[in-house]
């Protein structure tokens, strides 16, 4: 029979459906309605631009299946925290959650919400600093609503990924559309001859896989809500798996859309690929349709990210003393609301920050990429660490072709984690890169770290 959850503790309420909605509400995100004019540029061919794709989605479901079985076999409203703390102890995961707190969950919000209010200026402009306004109200509005409870944010989840997944039947409408009536023959972009390179160049389709790897990232995000999902040893896998062969599809109907429309050279070209298309198909009205389809995406992932995010706070909360607030649990809400708010208020803050550089979106971008990888690498790392250290623990699920698809995962987390040292913007804060801003603000975590570890005996595993 199946133990009662303790009050205070998060509870079985997600079925699949809102599960996958959540997933792939984080994971599609405004970077396909970006990101394939970049890949284009970096492609040699049409099929390498296709192949790319399909690889990415290849690479990120071997992901969700190392995860997959993390997450069945230490189920935790904590995810990733709760796997480094069982395999690296309370140090590694106290740094993981305060980065979550301060660069990677609060910058991705940031950078969204910088998204949001770019393209809801584009629809309804309220003056000078109106796409910061927007971006703030997205963020005031979301938290509130996530602080309401876990039924509300998903419930609203559900209904922004379905309008989200239908913006992308769109632009492949669009493209069977141009593609049957010849329309992408006469565009200007499809024009012009092609920019990316006639002959296979590695370190350029490396390149292009960096945008694609980011386009597809945010999956992992899964892991947090395995405590809350219902019947989680079977759901898992076909929640993470599925999600993700869903995103594949809808990635690469929009890419063949774009191809469809504007041609290789003309996507490498197009500074707005999918504002481009619809503008062929639809004229002016598409340029509204793209806009409002941009916002809801980044608006879906806003709200999807907000509700993972906050609960690597409380998993933090509740083996630190000194953060103890954080771990509060609100059982009739279904929500850490104190974790929630403060989640809000630190995006908030990061705003100002891309507002301070001048760079908003890509801003933030830099700001959050190198810490995001080098704690997947670790996550990563401690399935082999938790298979060595803790072998009889039960398994629901295994990773098939143990240990090649885990060390392949690793892999692409490394050469992530170098591209996005090595890349180099023009974002600066106070003269310093904005990727180094984000190393420098994990430093401050371990000055952090000594001073709640004042007075405290370590404590067990992550709960």
């Not at 480094?84 to 990677?104: E, Y």
């Amino acid at each position: 029979m199946t133990e009662p959850t303790p009050k205070g503790a998060p509870r079985e309420t997600l079925g699949p459906r809102e599960a996958i909605a959540i997933v792939v509400g984080i994971v599609i995100g405004a970077g396909i309605f970006k990101a394939p004019s970049l890949v284009a540029m970096n492609s040699p061919s049409e099929a390498w631009m296709l192949g790319a794709w399909v690889l990415g989605g290849v690479v990120s479901i071997i992901g969700a299946l190392c995860y997959c079985e993390l997450a069945t076999a230490y189920p935790s409203a904590g995810g990733d925290y709760h796997f480094l703390h069982r395999a690296f102890g309370r140090h590694v995961s106290f740094l993981f959650a305060w980065s979550r707190f301060s660069v990677i969950t609060t910058g991705s919000i940031a950078l969204l919400a910088f998204v949001f209010g770019d393209y809801m200026t584009q629809v309804l402009p309220l003056g000078p600093w109106s796409a910061a306004i927007w971006g703030a109200a997205s963020i005031i509005a979301l938290t509130w609503l996530n602080v309401r409870g876990v039924r509300q944010g998903a419930a609203t989840q559900v209904a922004l990924t379905m309008l989200e997944v239908g913006g992308l039947v769109l632009v492949f409408v669009a493209g069977i559309v141009a593609a049957t009536q010849g329309l992408g023959a006469s565009a200007p972009q499809a024009a012009a001859p092609a920019a990316p390179a006639a002959v296979f160049a590695l370190p350029a389709f490396g390149f292009a896989m960096v945008f694609v790897l980011l386009t597809f990232g945010g999956w992992n995000e899964g892991a947090y809500i395995s405590a809350e999902l219902r019947d989680r040893q079977r759901n898992m896998v076909p929640v993470m798996v599925g999600s993700l062969a869903l995103v594949t599809l809808l990635y690469l109907a929009a890419n063949w859309a774009y191809l469809a429309g504007l041609g290789l050279g003309g996507m490498a070209k197009s500074k707005a690929v999918a504002a481009d298309l619809l503008g062929i198909v639809f004229g002016k009205t598409g340029e509204v349709l793209i806009s409002l389809m941009v916002a809801i995406a980044a608006l879906t992932s806003i709200n999807a990210t907000m509700i993972v995010g906050a609960r690597s706070n409380f998993a933090a909360g509740r083996d630190w003393a000194a953060l103890g607030r954080l771990g509060e649990w609100v059982d009739d809400r279904g929500t850490p609301v104190n974790a929630m708010l403060l989640q809000g208020g630190f995006a908030l803050a990061l705003m100002l920050l891309g507002l301070a550089t001048g760079g908003g979106f890509s801003t933030m971008v830099e700001y959050t990429a190198p810490v995001f990888w080098l704690f997947f690498l670790l996550a990563g790392l401690s399935l082999f660490v938790l298979r060595v250290r803790e072998p009889d623990t039960p398994r629901p699920f295994r990773v098939p072709l143990y240990p090649v698809l885990p060390l392949v995962f690793c892999g692409a987390c490394a050469y992530m984690l170098q591209s996005s040292l090595g890349y180099v913007g023009g974002n600066t804060f106070l003269g310093v890169n904005a990727a180094w801003v984000g190393v420098a603000v994990l430093g401050v975590g371990v000055l952090l770290m000594i001073v709640v570890s004042r007075g405290q005996a370590p404590g067990d595993a992550a709960r």
